[in-house]
């Protein structure tokens, strides 16, 4: 049974092109030499933060954040940013009378920024709402808690083996893997992959498709 699903955001609702297109523009660099260090990055396992270092060494996430916030321009996002299988998706899965969610490693404004959207969800939260980042299992603990549902009945999707998938899967949950982003296209064929996520997908528009086959499967 599927009583809930959760989504993370960055890749998984949110194409995050234009984001990092600006955090190039704010270091100095071309967007495309930015793109394909990030991707590097991403290929040999580092955490993408490593990214920034390449072109500033010493750089502060968080300082540099505030210090583009103070320069009047913050990090934004809107409904063009939305892949265009997510209201269609969430809304379908509503519809079915799943809970759905929306919990990832955000700030407190990016989080502003989801609710602003009115998305089809009951529940949106961030990493810094809560005070704790993805993979720790204390986070997907907070995802269970705010289901309010067994961690069996929920399938958490997200577009990472390590930050999404892994960590879900420990804390009993159901995965779905999306198959995009950075994160989704360069760890698509690794084992992991098949090994951890339940479910394979390219379109949010597959879940209203996988819940209702789990909730009512057909008798042979």
Do not use: C
Not at 11 to 40: C, I, K, N, Q, S
Not at 52 to 81: K, T, Y
Not at 103 to 120: E, S, Y
Not at 174 to 182: E, I, K, M, N
């Amino acid at each position: 049974m599927i009583s809930a699903v959760v989504f993370d955001v960055g890749e998984t609702l949110v194409d995050e092109t234009r984001e990092y297109g600006t955090w190039a523009d704010w270091l100095g660099v071309p967007r495309h030499t930015f793109a394909a260090v990030f991707g590097a990055v991403i290929a040999t396992g580092l955490d993408y933060r490593q990214t920034f270092q390449v072109f500033r060494p010493g750089f502060d996430l968080d300082r540099e954040r505030q210090a583009r916030a103070d320069a009047g321009q913050p990090e934004w996002f809107g409904e063009d940013d939305l892949y265009p299988d997510v209201r269609p998706a969430l809304t379908k899965l509503r519809e079915m009378g799943i809970w759905v969610g929306v919990v990832g490693n955000q700030t407190v404004r990016a989080g502003g920024l989801l609710r602003g959207l009115d998305l089809p969800t009951d529940f949106i939260a961030t990493s810094d709402d809560w005070g704790i980042q993805k993979p720790a299992l204390e986070f997907f603990g907070k995802v269970i808690e705010a289901a309010g549902h067994p961690a069996s009945e929920i399938i958490y999707v997200g577009d990472r083996i390590d930050n999404d998938v892994a960590p879900a899967k420990q804390a009993g949950m159901r995965t779905a893997y999306v198959r995009r982003g950075p994160w989704g296209w360069i760890h698509r064929a690794k084992q992991e992959v098949a090994e951890l996520s339940d479910w394979q997908i390219s379109d949010l528009n597959e879940l209203p498709g996988i819940v209702g086959a789990e909730n009512n499967p057909v008798q042979l």
